[in-house]
């Protein structure tokens, strides 16, 4: 799907409509809210086109794709298949499916390609906590009270570009490094597009390498950022 069919694609959505394409209850593994039991929403579509990217299912948005949410649910590998819910139908899954975390992942995909403001009102209405994971190359439409954290993607296939905007807005900068030079990238990133004083920057170390981790931890001490590890890997959960 080319970038302009999977943008008219999001386009023919509802506000307040999702392409839902996994729900489950887990422990985030990675970032500041790592060990919270948390609700993960996954949005299907993304044009950004990572080339590492462990989510390469949810990239198009074909219509041939849409399911039943029992279809959905029942999944036992990744696969491109979505069911379609509002705001409220989302919620009442949670409840149906006994979730009993109060934290909510929205990821993808990249779920800013959605006004997601309608989803925060409706679930913060409900007591929960909303956390955002995006690249940064869409405008962020969200509650106010929404933890945005921001996994910059720079100068991937798809062409798209990190926006001030989102940097600016992001409570959490999440960067995987592998080596010296994917930190001058984020140096550079930051330089063009300053984040709050209060914003948290962690380094995560790709794929868990002994010499990457070496490097984030020395950085992190060095400039006083966070050291993220994918704790989720390290144990086998999902």
């Not at 299907?44 to 794709?65: K, R």
């Not at 649910?73 to 819910?85: G, M």
């Not at 899954?93 to 006994?98: E, I, L």
């Not at 868990?208 to 966070?226: D, F, G, M, S, V």
């Given at each position: 799907m080319t970038d302009l069919s999977l943008s008219s694609a999001v386009a023919s959505y509802a506000c307040g409509v999702y392409p839902v394409n996994e729900l489950f209850e887990t422990i985030q593994g990675e970032g500041v809210y790592t060990g919270q039991p948390s609700?993960?929403?996954?949005?299907?579509?993304?044009?950004?086109?990572?080339?590492?990217?462990?989510?390469?299912?949810?990239?198009?948005?074909?219509?041939?794709?849409?399911?039943?949410?029992?279809?959905?649910?029942?999944?036992?590998?990744?696969?491109?298949?979505?069911?379609?819910?509002?705001?409220?139908q989302i919620l009442e899954?949670?409840?149906?499916?006994?979730?009993?975390?109060?934290?909510?992942?929205?990821?993808?995909?990249?779920p800013c390609m959605y006004d997601l403001n309608p989803l925060a009102e409706v679930l913060e209405a409900q007591g929960y906590q909303l956390q955002i994971e995006t690249s940064g190359t869409f405008a962020i439409k969200t509650s106010a009270n929404t933890w945005v954290t921001v996994s910059p993607k720079l100068d991937m296939p798809g062409g798209l570009v990190v926006l001030p905007e989102a940097m600016a807005r992001a409570n959490e900068i999440k960067h995987p490094i592998a080596m010296e030079k994917h930190i001058e990238a984020l140096d550079e990133l930051l330089a063009r597009c300053p984040v709050s004083k209060n914003t948290v920057i962690a380094l995560q170390p790709i794929s868990?390498?002994?010499?990457?981790?070496?490097?984030?931890?020395?950085?992190?001490?060095?400039?006083?950022?966070?050291l993220s590890v994918q704790m989720h890997k390290y144990l086998a959960i999902e």
């Open positions: 609700i993960f929403l996954r949005l299907q579509g993304c044009p950004v086109g990572c080339p590492w990217c462990d989510t390469q299912h949810t990239w198009s948005l074909e219509q041939s794709d849409a399911a039943s949410y029992g279809e959905v649910i029942a999944k036992t590998e990744p696969s491109p298949r979505f069911v379609v819910l509002n705001a409220d899954k949670f409840k149906q499916r006994g979730f009993t975390a109060k934290h909510v992942v929205i990821t993808g995909g990249e868990q390498r002994p010499r990457a981790t070496e490097l984030a931890i020395k950085t992190c001490i060095e400039r006083n950022w966070r």
